[in-house]
């Protein structure tokens, strides 16, 4: 079976026609889930993309900004009351030490005591530093820090079975001291927060993010050979794909993949 990457969410914080960026790897019948949006709507988008959260063996958090690690908040509750009655194997979340410990508070803070008493037995903290590897799902990957000028964020680079490389920058612009880890991949995951002919009316620089363009530009300094866009503005989703594909091309001569929520991508 092909590995699939699948798109439960797609848009950046303040998103309301599409849910926070958020993807599942597929590897044959395990998924590895990267982030998890900022709500409950985590549940509704794993439910539409038939992904059964006992499927879920692995949760990477890239960071704790709120449309990324709430969401992580409602797997867990929901992984931990089906491993108490022996539905859900084990979760294992994968993260640097600042996402651990707002996990960790937001559990004391909102689960019961039944379901806190799972975790580090049925929900499992892998604690990474800059340079860790990891197994999640069986895919070889390794975190990095990206460097952010915000918040502390990783990203990762994984190893598919048939020897393909994914990049995950997280949501900034690439830094160049991620080098070793984000070159020559085949498929790169960045950030788009918005179109570069729309930067006067989005302000990406000023929030630190990056255009179509700008990640275009960085997938063509990489040597990437697919780049896929997220973390998008939802003003135009109708015409989206097509106007960050366009954009895009005038940069990056790869494919470019810009999809929607609910969206698989065969690697």
Known sequence: MSNRLIFLGTGNALVTKCYNTCFALQNGEQYFLTDAGGGNGIL???????????????LFVTHGHTDHILGVIWVIRLAASLFTRGQHPGLTLF???????????????????????????????????????????GLSCTAFDIHSTKTKQFGFRAVLPDGQTLVCLGDEPYNPACLAYAQQPDWLL???????????????????HSTALDAARTARE?????????????????????????????????PVYVPDDLETIVL
């Open 44 to 58: 509704t988008q794993l439910e539409k993309a038939a992904i059964a959260l006992p499927q879920v063996r692995a």
């Open 95 to 137: 993260c640097h030490d600042e996402c651990e410990e707002k996990i960790r508070a937001f559990c004391r803070m909102t689960l019961t005591a039944k379901l806190q008493a799972v975790l580090d037995r049925g929900i499992r903290f892998v604690r990474l530093n800059d340079g860790d590897t990891f197994s999640a799902a």
């Open 190 to 208: 960045a950030e788009a927060f918005c179109l570069y002919a729309e930067r006067d009316q989005f302000n990406p620089y000023e929030k630190h």
């Open 222 to 254: 990489l040597g990437a050979k697919n780049l896929v866009l997220y973390h998008t503005q939802d003003n135009c989703l109708p015409e989206r794909k097509r106007l960050y594909t366009q954009e895009a091309r005038q940069a990056f001569d790869g």
